[in-house]
């Protein structure tokens, strides 16, 4: 059985520093492109961060330059270094596979076949 676990939340005044890691259960995925989404109460899903299988990263706006996306294929896990943690930053984050190969700057959830169950993130003012 497929599964992603997260793991690493917690938290966090703002300013500070957390490292989020999905260990997911196969070796198939090591071919997937992964991506960590976020969800905030009463708000859609949002992307994150996406690394494909080649170690090429993409991030959304609101995250560039504080988060950095990476995988260990050795480990079977992959991670969300996150940096200059503001209040807004504040969701619980999932980990997504991406079986259909998208392109880079796939960032609808719809584009993932496969998700963990997510890991508070809350980051205090």
């Known amino acids: 059985q497929v599964q992603l676990v997260e793991s690493g939340g917690g938290l966090v005044q703002a300013g500070g520093s957390l490292r989020l890691s999905c260990a997911y259960s196969t070796l198939t995925f090591m071919t997937y492109p992964m991506a960590w989404f976020r969800q905030a109460p009463g708000k859609e899903r949002e992307f994150v961060a996406r690394i494909a299988w080649s170690g090429s990263e993409y991030y959304a706006d609101s995250v560039k330059g504080r988060f950095t996306i990476s995988r260990d294929n050795a480990k079977n896990t992959v991670y969300l270094q996150m940096n200059a943690l503001k209040p807004e930053d504040t969701a619980v984050y999932y980990c997504?596979?991406?079986?259909?190969?998208?392109?880079?700057?796939?960032?609808?959830?719809?584009?993932?076949?496969?998700w963990g169950r997510g890991t508070q993130v809350t980051v205090s003012s």
């Open positions: 997504a596979a991406d079986a259909l190969h998208g392109g880079l700057e796939t960032v609808s959830p719809q584009g993932y076949n496969y």
